[in-house]
DNA sequence: TCAAAAGTGTTCTTATTACACCCATGG
DNA sequence: CCATGGGTGTAATAAGAACACTTTTGA
């Protein structure tokens, strides 16, 4: 066995990408690092799996010991391993990803984080590591996922608008949906429960509330659908702000 | 730097999961392991990764070395990680897959590998380390990218019937498909050249033969597509096979 | 009375399903 | 002449796309 010594030099850590979705806008949970490297840098929660700890749950136990979030369901996604991506040596990371209720949780950050943050999903940028690329796997991720299974349950709040879920699908998706195609779409899927309340309090007709049903929710969750409804104009491609002759020059 | 020692004492390892198609039988490639652990049994070629080399190059690189194939594009789909799947210590392995014509490969097993042989992928079982989960979910994932991805080029002879293609797909489905349904829906897209020549020698009336178009093909890798047709009666699941008793009772 | 967002239906087009018989060849 | 697999079409249904006006509320 002293021939593969030289193989057992290496680390793996764990970095988990958690969506949230607040006032309209997707966002991500990022710390501000306590520690080299890239200390002071905003980074995935992230950190080193045990030698004695399995990767799923080393991704729960790091989530929570820089966020205080527990109970979280992960999701594996991809696995990230170019030579240098560590400064400590070498190290592979696995990397989750996973969908919260913002407003249900209270982050906690640890010492190791000296912060712990959301931050809009499209401001993101020049993260530690090559959590970038991370980060856009994971987006990428979620938007495939979002064709086939029910999204929303994890980041609306228990009472929703119509609206408000095809903001959630249009911020994900990063496009425009048609209003009425979508209702029509979601209502047939006999999915939401239709609470009999509405709106108070808004400057416009108030919007009729909404639950998901937790029996069709994992029914979905597990047999997949086929939620595909044709793509208005794109928005905005993530990242790269436009400058302001490009703003006017897309006219 | 010192207290992160602890945690550079692990490696890790590569492993291909490699579809052929062949008689009408989708395979899967697998070496006999010529050293320990697990020497003699089946195993998915595999090997630990270079300190200083790329979790992709160490995929190619390990298939080339084990089997001869070469050039063979090779796409990450999971990483394994429970502590103790490697009895020489804490190793996790990143899953990759492919997909090739089995005769277009010369196999040419290495001294690792004392022999590489394709197996229907229904009768495998009981392989080396914690691959046969590895298989089953590589093969998952080769379903699910059926639906979205136009697949075949890399698995039939340049030359193919539609009913040739139609196996493929019902191989990898484990499914039955209306023949008219497949053959209108799959020309519609546009993606084969009728080569205007038939099969010879066979016994019944020849069949045409086709071949795909490669810049079609490339768009639709890119691009993706939807291809869904409802599923006939289910064939038998994978794995497990049938005793007598139960073949005779499932009249 | 205005602004703002909610809510609502129909027509058109396209895709999917279900389904059964004749054809060409080799043995 | 028979066994084998090749090849073909249509009608019915379902799903998706396009599209504009009225309603309700608070300010």
Same sequence: chains 1, 2.
């Avoid at 002293?2 to 966002?27: H, M, Q, R």
């Avoid at 530690?128 to 980041?155: M, Q, T």
Wanted: glycine share 6%; hydrophobic share 35%.
């Amino acid at each position: 066995m002293n021939e593969f010594n030289e193989y057992f030099k290496s680390a793996f850590t764990v970095d988990n990408v958690i969506f949230g979705f607040d006032e309209g806008d997707l966002k991500v949970l990022l710390i501000k690092r306590g520690e080299e490297p890239y200390q002071g840098k905003w980074a995935l929660p992230g950190y080193f799996v045990y030698p004695n700890e399995d990767l799923d749950a080393a991704a729960k136990r790091v989530l929570e010991e820089l966020t205080g979030l527990r109970n979280v369901y992960l999701e594996q996604v991809k696995t990230f391993g170019t030579v240098n991506r560590h400064p400590f040596g070498r190290v592979i990371t696995v990397a989750y990803f996973s969908l919260i209720k913002i407003s249900h949780y209270t982050i906690q950050p640890s010492s190791i984080a000296r912060k712990a943050k959301w931050h809009s999903i499209a401001e993101v940028d020049g993260l530690a590591f090559d959590h970038d690329e991370i980060l856009e796997a994971c987006f990428n991720r979620l938007k495939w996922s979002v064709r086939s299974r029910p999204v929303g349950f994890e980041l609306l709040p228990p009472k929703f608008t119509l609206t408000e879920l095809q903001h959630l699908y249009e911020a994900i998706l990063e496009t425009d949906l048609d209003k009425r195609n979508f209702r029509k779409k979601i209502l047939s899927m006999d999915l939401l429960i239709d609470l009999d309340e509405t709106q108070e309090g808004v400057a416009h007709r108030p919007a009729r509330l909404y639950r998901f049903d937790p029996k069709r929710y994992e029914q979905f969750l597990a047999e997949g659908f086929n939620f595909e409804l044709k793509e208005g104009k794109k928005k905005e491609p993530l990242k790269k702000k436009q400058t302001k002759e490009e703003v006017a020059s897309s006219n």
